[in-house]
């Protein structure tokens, strides 16, 4: 069948089925082609128009549709099935909508925003709105996800809290990890955040909240930099060799180090394999020089990097070697504490005390209790041991037996040097040495010195000389030359008595005290005498009523003979008559025995220089306890002495006193024999028969 045609061909139908309007031949397939534009509507409101690169569909009224109302589940396909752009274009003010089930679900408004849930995408280019969906972490709504090709929810869901103004980017699965991917040279993972919420930069599988691993040669992984206050230098924190290190203006990359701000010191600290170690390096300089380092037994050295003790300091300038100690007020000490291993209470302390009154140094140890100050130094340079107040520039103190030890282990001397100057000039010089020997030295002088004195190990004392001043005897203080406080004066003490020489050669001996008391002069055995004279003795003046005359107020003995006992007892009366007991004797009343005293007297009237000697016999218990006093000899008249009446005391033990009344101006001198006299005043002594003489 031949075509259908219209008038000058604008309305063709083929034989093939093709309706052609506006063309006499078909093009592909379509049944209806048309070659020009295209009306639809009855006011031609909406035309269709093709060009050689473009198909236009231009709509005139308000709204304009695309819209599919089969029911029967037909599809609406937009399609160019050649190369080329596919373009909706709203050429005014309006929006582009795309509805679902006759409800806008998306949107491109006038300005470009796209909205998805939203009529009003104003917030930002692309904008999502729709009730998200649970993902089980609590008040967190996703609103989009993006999933593998074959449907399987791994990829990533993005959303916001509910409860704060966070947005929320999350792997789309619970178990599903967000990896970041950077291209150099190729692509490659550069930073993950795992399900468990550790974050690995370098590291795929990050066993910590923060992990990063470097696989170049630079020792540092993270730099920290505040450019607020134009800061340069650079501080890094890095992993290598099995070494923590963490640097401040440094940076190394293999065998290359750099200073960030070269006008600016560096410093370095590393950690780890059993080592702590802070190195630094001056401005314009990347040698390191290590500063202080812990070793793996806990030595700290600092200024030295094997420390052979807890804490070893070394100072490698030219400057002392300091140790500083300083508390922030005057209420407490700076100190230095040793602690007891067990108890960890303070066994020694060196201790620093400062205000603005008190400052000195003290040192304290323990004698298995708590600790005591042993020494001290005041502010003025005075030490104390045993004492806290020294008033001179080193003083001890301490109980029983204080001893300083000065010791030589070199078979040298030992001794104490002293030394006074004046303003920088030396002016004195002394030394106190003892050589090996076992002798001991005193050395003085001004500049120089020389030996003053000498103490030989024998106990020889040389003064300028050789030992001239001798001592010999036990080292116990019994044979000394001193002074003794408690008696207000000097004394010479011997212990087995004094030995007094005079003359040449050795000298002769003029008097001797023995151990006893008893003074010997011209002799060698006083006995016991208290006062021995072999020689003619005269007692001041020329006579014993001179002026300057000496006066004996006490007892001297003299030498016994027949057993009887002579013994001298000297009393004087003043301007009046006094009354003297001068001796008492005791005896047993049932037991009587012989009792009789002889007294032999010498009166001397020293107002008038009259003498007069008289001798008396003083008995006491010749019969039944009677007493009585026979003149022998009184041709002046001497005062007679009497006996008081006996005095009991306990049983048949009595005593009688025997007195005598001196008149005034007289000095009388006895002289007492008795059988029975004893040397001692104890007159309360009841020995029976046994005189004693009153303490005058």
Known sequence: MANLSNINNKFLVTTGGNVLIGQTATIGSSLLQVNGIIGVGSSNQT?????????????????????????????????????????????FAGNIKFNTSNVERMRIDSSGNVGI?????????????????????????????????????????????????????????????????????GWSESMRIKNNGNVGIGATSPTAKVEINQTNND?????????????????????????????SNYMQSGGTKTQDNTSKASWVQTMGDDLFDISRSPAGSTTLSSLMRINSSGQVGIGTTSPASVLHIKDNSANPTQLSIQSNDYSRAEEINFLNPSTSAISGQIKYYTNPTVEYMSFSTSNNSAAAERMRITNTGKVGIGLTSPSWQLEVSDTGTVRNAI??????????????????????????????????????????????????????????????FRFNGAADNTHAVGYDSTIDGSFLRGQLGMRFLTGTGGGSERMRITSGGEVGIGTTSPGDAKLYVNGGTTLGGSNNTSAGATRIFGDIKRPQANNFVRRNYNLTAGSSSSLY??????????????????????????GQGQYNKADFS???????????????????????????????????????????????YYQISFEIISPGCVQTYNINNTANNTVYLYPH
């Not at 005139?60 to 274009?89: K, L, M, P, Q």
């Not at 980017?169 to 040279?185: E, M, P």
């Open 47 to 91: 035309t269709l128009n093709q060009t050689s690169t473009h198909f236009f569909m231009d709509m005139t009224s308000s709204t304009s549709y695309f819209r599919n109302t089969s029911t029967a589940g037909g599809g609406f396909i937009f399609r160019n099935s050649n190369i080329g752009d596919f373009e909706f274009d709203n050429e």
């Open 117 to 185: 849930g939203t009529t009003n995408p104003s917030d930002g280019n692309f904008q999502v709105k729709k009730a998200g969906v649970n993902t089980g972490i609590t008040n967190v709504l996703m609103n989009a996800s993006f999933s593998e090709a074959s449907g399987g929810l791994t990829g990533l869901s993005i959303g916001y809290r509910t409860d704060e103004t966070t947005a929320v980017l999350a792997a789309r699965t619970a178990t599903g990890n967000i990896a970041f991917y950077s291209y150099d040279a």
């Open 219 to 247: 020792i540092y992984q993270l730099a920290l930099h505040n450019t607020h206050l134009s800061t340069t230098a650079k501080t890094r924190i890095g992993n290598w060799v099995d070494l923590l290190k963490i640097s």
């Open 407 to 468: 010791t030589s282990t070199t078979n040298g001397t030992a001794g104490v040097f002293f030394r006074v100057f004046n303003s920088g000039t030396q002016v004195g010089n002394g030394t106190i040495r003892t050589d090996n020997a076992g002798n001991m030295d005193f050395w003085t002088g001004t500049t120089g010195e020389s030996i003053k004195m000498s103490i030989t190990d024998g106990g020889n004392v040389g003064i300028n000389a050789a030992a001239s």
């Open 581 to 606: 007991s001068i001796a008492r004797q005791w005896h047993d009343h049932a037991n009587w025995g012989l009792g009789n005293i002889n007294v032999i007297m010498w009166g001397i009237y020293y």
């Open 618 to 664: 003083c008995r006491y218990g010749y019969s039944g306890g009677g007493a009585d006093v026979q003149t022998n000899f009184n041709p002046n008249g001497m005062v007679v002495p009497s006996w008081t009446s006996a005095t009991q005391v306990s049983g048949n033990i009595h005593y009688r006193d025997l007195q005598i009344q001196i008149p005034a």
